[in-house]
């Protein structure tokens, strides 16, 4: 997938599950659903999309006499993740890089959509 962006990560709210676990590598549910705004209908759909690909991982663990349901990134969701910020970084890249070589193109930054030469009406 060389130059593409993965598209189980690029919806929206995956990416957001992905960023987080990424940065943080574990976290909790109700952390993660209260810090991404989501509802828990929402979040369960969505990580479940994400441990059917490999990229999370979720369990129970004992806190304080009571069990809490904690997602990490998996080595795979890892590596996924890196290479669609390559792709990402790379489709920027090129974005931002010098316009092609064509005379009749506008300078970088013009608001000329319309067709017409700038000066004339």
Known sequence: MEGELNPVIHQPTRLKIM???YRNRRLNYKTLRDGLGL???NLASHVARLEQEGYVAS???LVN???EVVYRITPEGDAAFRDYLQ???GMLAELEGPPPDDPS???R???NLSGTP???T
């Open 87 to 89: 792709a990402l970084r």
């Open 118 to 120: 700038r000066g004339s």
């Open 109 to 111: 930054g013009g608001d």
């Open 59 to 61: 369990g129970r663990v």
């Open 39 to 41: 509802t828990d209908g």
């Open 105 to 107: 193109s506008t300078p």
């Open 19 to 21: 960023g987080a676990l």
């Open 65 to 67: 006499l009571s069990f």
